[in-house]
């Protein structure tokens, strides 16, 4: 890239200009691991004056040739993990050509290919363990904040390219608004079957009172008025209790309407109470 940019602007002029290359000799590099290595000169370094993008192009194999094979091979290879997330079948096809050109073993090329791709063998193996490292993110606003930018960093670590991980981070927030829509309708749901379990309740609840003050109806003997609330639904319950017919009639009426022992009392307390007023201001 640096050098297509030079070349351009070479392109744009007539002046000639002077080029200085300083590349480390492959014995420099071996020192700095082992340093018994035997000093040989550290650096070799290119001159060159021109005006000729095509010329300045020609120091790129030059220098390549001055490298070590296994440092120009690796950093080959590390450039298309960077680029793809995996060495290719086309990225493969290459590396073997360099490899012939550096005179490489296919056991040493194997070693910097498992160096260039790190921990994981594959692009799938990435997606795998990014998509583990994505749910960590729970809500769609966390795939905004600086928790993306750690997920971010964490791609890069892997060689992951960006456009995967914007991929995978697309795929986990499709996926969090699937699972927020589908817990949106399950509240719903849920809330719908609670109002339609309320009005059955209260379906059943009336239907009962209906009966009820139709039983009372049907076996109310006239009374005197009680004195108070209580002893006037305590005499009416009475009559009600009394005959057998209309105490299984009673008994029946509360099981149809599946309400429960306290519910019963409640409504006919109700439904006797205002009978108990009616009978005060006749």
Known sequence: MVLR????????????????????????????????????????????????????AQVLPLGEALLPPQDL?????????????????????????LRYRMGLSGEETSDLNARAMGPFKSLGEKYQHFRRELLV???????????WQVMQAKAKTMSLPEADAQFLKAERLSALRREAEQERQQREAEAEAERQRHREQQQRTERYRQAFESLVVDTLVPLNVAPDADQFRQAMMAQLSGPEFNRGRLIQARDFYHLTPLEADALEKRVLDELYLLSRLL
Not at 27 to 48: F, G
Not at 73 to 97: H, I, Q, R, S
Not at 137 to 147: A, F, G, M, R, V
């Open 73 to 97: 091979y690796l950093t080959k290879a590390e450039d298309y993990v960077n680029t793809f997330g995996e060495l290719t079948p086309a990225a493969k096809a290459n590396l073997l050509l």
């Open 5 to 56: 940019c030079i070349g351009n602007w070479l392109d744009r002029t007539a002046e000639r200009y002077s080029f200085e290359v300083t590349i480390p000799s492959a014995q420099a590099i071996a020192r700095q691991i082992n340093p018994a290595v035997a000093k040989t000169p550290s650096a070799y370094t290119i001159t060159l004056a021109t005006n000729q993008a095509k010329t300045l």
């Open 137 to 147: 993110c729970k809500q769609e606003s966390d795939l905004d904040s600086e928790l």
